[in-house]
């Protein structure tokens, strides 16, 4: 699957194009916020939060810097997208992937 509307065959079935997205579910609640390595979450270019999450209910992080790992590169490529503490959750601004091969990365390991 991928996180781009570019390849309607293998678009993510919660990928609904950029907006405003909140994890749920068994792969987990959150952006991680350290690499997954590449090849995880289901694509070649796992993404990951390379900020950390803003801490206080209400409080959004405009243009968190979002990584993809590839190969040996933690961050091949990177784009920004917004963060909101909302106290027990956090939703995310998430912007199209560059590649297909690309998906947002989620966990339930602690901040």
Partial sequence: YCDTL???MFVSPDWQGEGWYRFTGPSGNRMPTITPGEKHCGASFAGWLAVPHPQMPGDTVPAAKVCFHWG???CFYSLEVAVTNCNKYFVYELKQTPWCNARYCAT????
């Fill in 72 to 74: 040996n590169k933690q």
């Fill in 108 to 111: 339930n390991d602690s901040i």
């Fill in 6 to 8: 570019d390849n309607p």
